[in-house]
């Protein structure tokens, strides 16, 4: 089930992304979320470690390599 | 002592070749180091007319009489243009390439690199133009032609527009065929025992339909491509940006120190040179120079020229637009201990404009910073093994 909300960033390269997340993640106010799509490479190597800074990460699995992925703060 | 070798193939302005002079001039002399250097500028395409256009070609001939410079200009390129004889006659001391006696240009070309490289074992070329409408990758076919002539591995890096280069199909009816050009390349290489490392980068490949997503398998796969080419994720491009080996581009160069060169990684220069956001070279360089430095190779972004416009007021980017704001991927990443950013104060001054004072991190660089920069001494806490510079 796609969720309309969450953008897709599934043709950034890793370090598009992590810099993409971290435009978005410093605008974030605390309770809040971000949500896109990743392929299952940029969340082991991109979204995973924003877990070791003091945010919640969280995926699922929506299709074949394509993660909806939650970064909270 | 260092070598130092610059390919330049686009049209050189009166204001890049101020700088250039400037920077260029002070290594020659090393004014600041007392180091002595040997400078080679290789030039060739739109960049010959620099030599004959009344707003650059006073600071060629000052450049071309200093002992430590030697300026080498494309003999066929300049009889194409009709150049040979007001160039052969109005710069002292200028090396003209092509002649009966002499090496071609990029024979010669190869020949620097193998003294300023001792050792090495390839050669690469960044292409970032198109076939066609560039005639960039006729050269990139030719200097990769002498690298494998000179014994070394060949290596292509397709980058931005240079990824149209492994479109398959490819049938110009008045231009050298590029796709044909790095096919009987890749295979002569083969043929001579040597490997052919050349690939594209995923990303540039995808936004261009090179690179299309198999529903079935939720990975990308090569479309319309030839053979010769891969499609890779720029991070592992950049990893080959970590071996001891020169990278030629449309414009740029390398400085390597004598002597103990082979240490370590050589560091990287990027100069950001067109205006944000109309083309994709701002962006294109900055993620290159991003996603280097995050990979551990010391990374220098200069915005110079029109690229000083990077960081002019305060960009907002529409909702509905589709486009990185660069004065935030700028302000996110300055905390990227390996990566330090720039700006040319003089053509900040030239254009008279301002920029934004919530990037503090950019730091102010005059030509005689530039030239610390780019040519280190040996004593300077900035002193790297080798180091490869980039126009974007």
Partial sequence: MENTNAKDFSELTCTNLMIKLKILLNKLSPGDTVAFYATREQVDNTCSPFSGQGYQVTWTEVAANRYLVRIGK | ?392
């Fill in chain 2, 1 to 392: 002592m260092f070598s130092s070798t610059f390919l330049f193939c686009d049209p050189i302005s009166g204001e890049r070749m101020r700088w250039l002079a400037g920077v260029i001039g002070t290594a020659g002399g090393q004014e600041h180091s007392g180091d002595t250097g040997n400078v080679k500028i290789f030039l060739t395409g739109d960049a010959l007319f620099s030599l004959v256009d009344a707003r650059t070609r006073p600071a060629w001939a000052t450049l071309s009489r200093l002992p430590s410079v030697l300026v080498i200009a494309d003999g066929d390129e300049l009889r194409l243009q009709g150049l040979a004889d007001p160039v052969a006659s109005g710069i002292p001391g200028l090396r003209i390439t092509g002649s009966a006696n002499r090496e071609s240009f990029w024979g010669e070309l190869v020949s620097s690199l193998e003294k300023d490289w001792p050792g090495t074992r390839s050669a690469a070329f960044l292409l970032c133009t198109s076939p066609y409408m560039s005639r960039v990758p006729v050269y990139m076919l030719r200097f990769l032609t002498c690298v494998l002539g000179a014994g070394l591995h060949p290596e292509l890096y397709c980058y931005l527009d240079g990824v149209h280069a492994l479109h398959d199909g490819q049938r110009p009816s008045e231009f050298e065929n590029i796709g044909k050009g790095v096919s009987a390349l890749s295979g002569n290489t083969v043929r001579a025992c040597r490997d052919p490392w050349f690939a594209a980068c995923s990303r540039c490949a995808t936004a261009r339909g090179y690179y299309q997503m198999n529903p079935g398998t939720g990975f990308c796969e090569p479309a319309s491509c030839i053979q010769d080419i891969a499609i890779k994720p720029l991070k592992e491009i950049l990893a080959r940006f970590s071996g001891f080996h020169p990278i030629a581009s449309h414009m740029g160069g390398w400085t390597v120190p004598a002597g103990d060169g082979k240490e370590g990684v050589p560091t990287l220069t990027v100069f950001i040179t067109h205006p944000p956001y109309c083309s994709e070279w701002t962006f294109g360089g900055l993620s290159l120079a991003i996603a280097a430095a995050m990979d551990g190779i010391s990374t220098n972004v200069v915005f110079i020229e029109d690229g000083v416009y990077a960081l002019q007021g305060n960009h907002d980017v529409p909702d509905n637009d589709r486009i990185f704001n660069v004065q935030e991927m700028i302000a996110v990443t300055t905390d990227i201990g390996s990566l330090s950013y720039y700006v040319h104060a003089p053509s900040v001054a030239d254009r008279g404009v301002s920029t934004t004072g919530n990037l503090s991190l950019v730091r102010e660089a005059s030509d005689g910073d530039l030239s610390r920069i780019l040519f280190p001494a040996k004593k300077d806490p900035a002193f790297t093994p080798a180091m490869r510079m980039l126009f974007f």
